[in-house]
């Protein structure tokens, strides 16, 4: 196309930019926007692979993000299953057990030494 300047869309800019430093949700949402905005321009506007660049890593994060929320729950119910979770150990008692059940969540239980 002679004669027609072509600049570079803005979103797509910004879309790239948020999906290099990690923001997801805008990273996407500036991509998605600037792709339209630049089919719609009728090749006045270019930067269409800025845009799905910014899709592609806004995408990336978002998954990092909800990958680790997981592991971070995850670990804090397994943190705590494990505090709770009474043992058994050798009192050196010859009774009728010779084992007690300590619980370290309940002092007030009598098996606790």
């Given at each position: 196309?002679a004669g027609v300047v072509q600049s570079t869309n803005?979103?797509?800019?910004?879309?790239?930019?948020?999906?290099?430093l990690g923001g997801s949700v805008l990273s996407i949402?500036?991509?998605?926007?600037?792709?339209?905005?630049?089919?719609?321009?009728?090749?006045?506007?270019?930067?269409?692979?800025?845009?799905?660049?910014?899709?592609?890593?806004?995408?990336?994060?978002?998954?990092l993000q909800i990958a680790f929320w997981i592991f971070?729950?995850?670990?804090?119910?397994?943190?705590?299953?494990?505090?709770?979770?009474?043992?058994?150990?050798?009192?050196?008692?010859?009774?009728?057990?010779?084992?007690?059940?300590?619980?370290?969540?309940?002092?007030?239980?009598?098996?606790?030494?």
């Open positions: 196309m803005g979103f797509a800019i910004a879309a790239l930019v948020f999906g290099i949402t500036f991509g998605f926007v600037a792709r339209s905005q630049i089919r719609r321009s009728m090749g006045r506007e270019k930067g269409s692979g800025m845009a799905m660049a910014g899709i592609v890593l806004g995408f990336f994060w978002l998954v971070i729950i995850v670990l804090s119910i397994g943190v705590s299953h494990i505090q709770q979770t009474p043992y058994i150990y050798n009192s050196g008692n010859t009774g009728t057990t010779g084992n007690t059940i300590y619980n370290p969540g309940n002092p007030g239980n009598p098996g606790n030494p």
